[in-house]
């Protein structure tokens, strides 16, 4: 049964970083992510008005946006897409702040198997739709 790529928009300014998710998602052996990669939050906004995608996965330090600001505007800017914050800050209280904003998941770089990534990402999709399928309900 063929499954439609999911198309990914990856928010990282950290070349290395970029690279090792990217093996890391494509290592898997059934090709599920379609990726697009840019290493600013103007840039990610530039690419949200050019093209469609199903889930973003965005480090919280970038050139042009640092800590949870950079998941606020994110999300006031594509509140309709999941958003998956990933990143080298191993702080609990950031990421209950990032979850309360409405980020689908906070992820900590380095900890978290190419396996586990695929799935909260597909799984951050499917909580979106429901979310937004009992928003339009009421």
Known sequence: MARDKISLLLIEDNPMDAMLLKESLMGISIPLFDLTCVGTLGEAFEMLD????????????????????????????APHLP??????????????????QGA?????KGEVPGELLVRALRYAIERKHIQEELRARN
């Open 104 to 108: 689908q998941d906070y992820l900590v």
């Open 83 to 100: 958003i998956i914050v990933l990143t080298g800050l191993d702080d609990e209280e950031v990421a209950m702040q990032m979850v309360r």
């Open 50 to 77: 050019k093209q469609r995608f199903n889930v973003i996965l965005s480090d919280l330090g970038l050139p042009d946006s640092r800590g949870p600001n950079t998941f606020a505007r994110l999300h006031a800017r």
